[in-house]
């Protein structure tokens, strides 16, 4: 196989047509609000994932034996950004016929141009991340995560904090009020829908299993996003992305550094967080 060679829908058989779920809309507004995350229940067909887990999975072995692969971006720590492209569309539709798509636009109204497709790929021997948001307090967006395969606790299951989307933190807050001992793992099976705000924080966790876990990502109503076709971008074809370190001497220095002694980088977030006030949290 050609490495990102885009590879369309119609090679597969197509699943059964996906039926409207009718969703309590009263419950998920309060909990959403609430909690800053729910989750939906098989949203997504199995046939349908079973195909997007077989096709990321050779793309990855593709890309890791190309030019185009890289040294640390997260290969270290185990966790890679991936832009899925057109292998994704599919599921986006199914979202979208079974009526998430709107629920997701009723909780946290955006215009259809401001939609943008990636993956988290948690890789085998992963550690856990540090807690983070994702982007900038005040310029808050919805992430429609979507598991591709079963995910608990021994594959990575996300661990997210409840209720920390309400107010701004910065990282010495967080720290010092122990405010992260108030998570929850999020175990879900493949085709269900985890719903968050970008400002709930969270973390990706290890990967105990000898299997990639992939899990999709739509996210809505981020500020700088206007596109017609968010599976269009790289001519449609898979590819894979740093994630929070770069690729650099001194970025695989750092990644080395955060996974052999983790407080390091804890302390360095602690000290930026006394002198910073921009509104991130991710770094």
Not at 102 to 122: D, E, K, S, W
Not at 172 to 180: K, P
Request: glycine share 8%; charged share 20%; with cysteine.
């Amino acid at each position: 196989m050609k490495l990102g060679a885009p590879m369309l829908d119609s090679v597969v058989q197509p699943p059964p047509a996906v039926t409207p779920i009718d969703f309590d809309l009263p419950t998920l507004r309060q909990t959403f609000a609430d909690e800053g995350y729910i989750v939906l229940r098989g949203v997504i067909s199995k046939p349908r994932l079973d195909d997007v887990q077989r096709r990321l999975t050779e793309e990855f072995d593709a890309w890791k034996n190309s030019p185009a692969s890289f040294r640390g971006g997260g290969l270290m720590s185990g966790h890679l950004n991936c832009y899925p492209g057109e292998l994704a569309r599919g599921v986006f539709d199914e979202l979208e016929q079974s009526g998430a798509i709107g629920l997701a636009r009723t909780l946290f109204p955006t215009t259809p141009n401001q939609i943008r497709v990636g993956c988290n790929f948690n890789l085998p021997g992963s550690v856990a991340q540090h807690y983070h948001t994702d982007g900038i307090y005040l310029q808050s967006f919805l992430i429609v995560n979507v598991a591709v395969v079963d995910t608990r606790i021994e594959n990575g299951a996300i661990d997210v904090v409840p209720k920390t989307h309400k107010r701004f933190y910065r990282y010495w807050e967080f720290a010092t009020g122990r405010v992260y001992r108030g998570s929850t793992r999020v175990t879900m099976s493949a085709g269900d829908v985890l719903m968050r705000t970008s400002t709930l924080w969270h973390r990706g966790m290890p990967n105990f299993t000898n299997t990639a876990r992939p899990m999709l990502a739509f996210t809505m109503g981020e500020k700088n996003v206007d596109t017609s076709d968010p599976f269009a971008d790289n001519a449609g074809r898979t590819q894979f992305q740093a994630n929070w370190f770069s690729t650099s001497r001194l970025g695989r220095l750092r990644e080395r550094t955060t996974i052999v002694a983790p407080i390091t980088y804890s302390a360095y977030r602690f000290a930026h967080s006394l002198l910073s006030n921009k509104g991130y949290a991710s770094f």
